[in-house]
């Protein structure tokens, strides 16, 4: 990075990390450091709420799986309003009537103890590993853009979100997403317009939909019902649906967020924002990898985006295979570049394109064996798996950017990256120590007493966070990883909270051993079938609710029959 | 810290709470139309990036 990207990004990163320490200022008791006193409104609100699930992964695994993939990806998202709609109407009011600090203790209150601190274990769980996979993206870019160790890198990062983290509160945590959003927003702006303009003068905007298309990059919609598809539509809207309820239903760290909300009506404005605002927003973020993927027609991509690899493999005893397949990817590039320029050529004088096209479509598929046969040579020096899908954005970042906007692109990941990772540091230290420390050790202590051990809770979270970061780079795309991980425990929750608001003849036991039942199901889902991720979610689920509907009792809940959380 | 009482959290939402699912949302005139809206926005999608799917798909010359 040059002088001036140094400048920038210290500016933009300083101004972040400042301004959460001033918002620590705002802190005053656990409702405070928690739920902003229940006072925040709905466009600040949303804004974090989108912040939260959108961060550094969303820029780096997201655009890297679009190049490699296409637009499939953005089916993943398109159940999200109407779960959005599902939540205003079913869980808010719950959630928001109830005064609860997480949404496990509303468990306790409608079925027992032992079902609220499972739910809430298990939270613990998929949220603290997803916490580390967060820490990992941003220590990716500074590897590349640096060269550091990502060990050392996640180490620096983590001790530096966890130490504001545990100054700044859910407060500073909300109007720094505020922020971070608004800049996400502009840097997916300013990527766009970079890749648009880095393009020859004669490509024009047709060109660029027409040689996406000829891999059907922009395939956005796939009807087929093959569940061991990752991405159809039917996938997409039935367990994206469930996965978008249970995310945005039962993971306290966006639970939490519309918790703060000042009335019901500012919580639901905050989700009803995201339902009209999320899926246009990842639209453009996948067309920032397929216009990545169309750009590189023009100019050499690397063979391997993982520069590191790339250094192992240089370095030992397998060079030669190595430069071997760079020379012929040089060679195969050179020649589909001239392919594409000369289909751009013929589209504008209206010429015959089939040979051209024919000639994409071999060179495409083997600089893609050519790639397959770089990454199996690197596996085997390394003795483990190499993936460089996450290294795609950040490679063309440090490229091709020019001064000052690379400055800006990398403290926008990064900021971003921190403020979803210092939200999900909050929830976790909440369900930490309002759903056990609390509960079960210390019912009633002070004030400032719950203050500072939810800022050690937060510190041993972010401890945690880093210790499974250093084993994120191994799971291969990280906005999947997150995803994946989530999907084992989501399902379950989702069908307990279910139970819960919509059964009324559910019992204790009938949701304790659904939420157990769901969950070893999934498992064994996961690990004896095909089955694509996204469809875990809708096996937990309904495992919880056939067997919370069989153990149901006899008569309806009612308040004089469960005893209050504390 | 916490309410001295917590409410039923199971029984259905009180009046005062459910009194805004007809209040007047900007341009939305209920909650319902608001939800209404949501939905068809999300259907209108679906139709639009699947008509994309089909007219960019340039896989056969």
Not at chain 1, 118 to 127: G, Q, T, V
Not at chain 1, 323 to 346: F, K, N, P, S
């Amino acid at each position: 990075m040059s002088a001036v990207d140094w400048v920038v990004f210290a500016l933009y990163f300083g101004g972040v990390v400042g301004f959460a320490f001033y918002q620590s200022r705002k802190n005053v008791g656990i409702e405070g450091f928690f739920l902003a006193n229940r006072r925040l409104g709905w466009g600040a609100i949303g804004l974090s709420v989108m912040a939260t699930q959108a961060s550094a992964i969303t820029y780096i695994g997201t655009t890297g799986q679009a190049f490699d993939d296409g637009m499939g990806f953005v089916q993943f998202y398109l159940a999200q309003p109407i779960a959005m709609v599902i939540l205003c109407v079913v869980f808010v009011p719950f959630f928001y009537r109830a005064k609860v600090f997480t949404a496990y203790e509303y468990l306790e209150r409608r079925f027992d103890a032992k079902t609220r601190s499972l739910a809430s274990f298990l939270f613990l769980m998929s949220r603290g590993l997803a916490t580390g996979i967060v820490l990992y993206a941003p220590a990716i870019v500074l590897s590349v853009i640096m060269g550091w160790d990502e060990t050392l890198t996640i180490l620096i990062m983590g001790a530096i979100t966890v130490a504001y983290t545990m100054m700044g509160g859910i407060t500073a945590v909300i109007w720094t997403d505020v922020v971070q959003m608004l800049m996400m927003f502009v840097g997916i702006a300013v990527a766009l317009i970079m890749l648009f303009s880095s393009l020859p003068a004669n490509v024009g905007f047709g060109d660029v939909l027409y040689i996406g298309g000829i891999e059907n990059m922009w395939s956005s919609i796939d009807l087929s019902w093959d569940p061991t598809n990752r991405y159809t539509l039917w996938s997409g809207l039935i367990g994206g649906l469930f996965l978008s309820l249970a995310y945005f239903g039962t993971d306290q760290s966006q639970v939490q967020r519309y918790l703060t909300a000042s009335s019901l009506k500012q919580s639901r404005l905050s989700l009803i924002f995201n339902a009209f605002f999320k899926v246009p927003m990842q639209i453009f973020i996948l067309s920032i990898g397929v216009l990545l993927y169309v750009f590189y027609h023009f100019e050499k991509p690397p063979l391997v985006f993982h520069s590191a690899e790339v250094a192992q493999v240089e370095a030992s005893d397998r060079a030669a295979e190595f430069a071997e397949l760079q020379a012929q990817h040089t060679q195969v590039h050179g020649l589909r570049r001239d392919a594409t320029l000369g289909l751009v050529d013929a589209r504008a004088a209206g010429a015959d394109l089939s040979g051209f096209q024919g000639d994409i479509t071999r060179f495409d598929g083997e600089i893609e064996n050519l790639r397959t046969s770089s990454r199996e040579l690197i596996a085997e020096v390394r003795g483990s798996s190499s993936n460089d899908v996450n290294y795609i954005f950040p490679s063309y970042l440090i490229t091709f950017v020019p001064a000052g906007v690379l400055g800006l692109l990398i403290a926008v990941i990064f900021a971003a990256a921190m403020s979803s990772l210092d939200s999900e540091l909050t929830a976790l230290s909440s369900a930490t120590v309002i759903d056990f420390y609390q509960r079960y050790f210390k019912p009633e202590a002070t004030d400032a007493h719950y203050l500072l051990v939810s800022r050690i809770a937060t510190l041993a979270w972010g401890v945690f966070a880093a210790v499974f970061a250093l084993y994120a780079g191994r799971l291969g795309s990280l906005i999947e990883a997150v995803n994946q991980v989530g999907s084992i425990f989501y399902g379950s929750l989702l069908g307990v909270f279910l139970l819960a608001f919509m059964v009324k003849r559910a019992t204790a036991n009938g949701a304790f051993f659904g939420l157990l039942t769901g969950l070893i199901s999934v498992m064994a889902v996961s690990a004896f079938t095909d089955i694509a991720w996204l469809w875990y979610n809708v096996v937990g689920t309904v495992i919880v609710l056939i067997v919370g509907l069989a153990m149901r009792g006899p008569t309806e809940y009612s308040d004089s029959a469960t005893a209050p959380a504390r | 810290m916490k309410p001295d009482k917590p409410a039923d959290p199971t029984e259905s939402v009180p009046d005062d709470e459910t009194a805004d699912v007809d209040e007047s949302l900007g341009f939305f005139p209920s909650w319902g139309s608001l939800y209404a809206t949501v939905i068809v926005y999300t259907i209108g999608l679906v139709i639009v990036l699947y008509v994309l799917t089909r007219v960019l798909d340039h896989s056969t010359p």
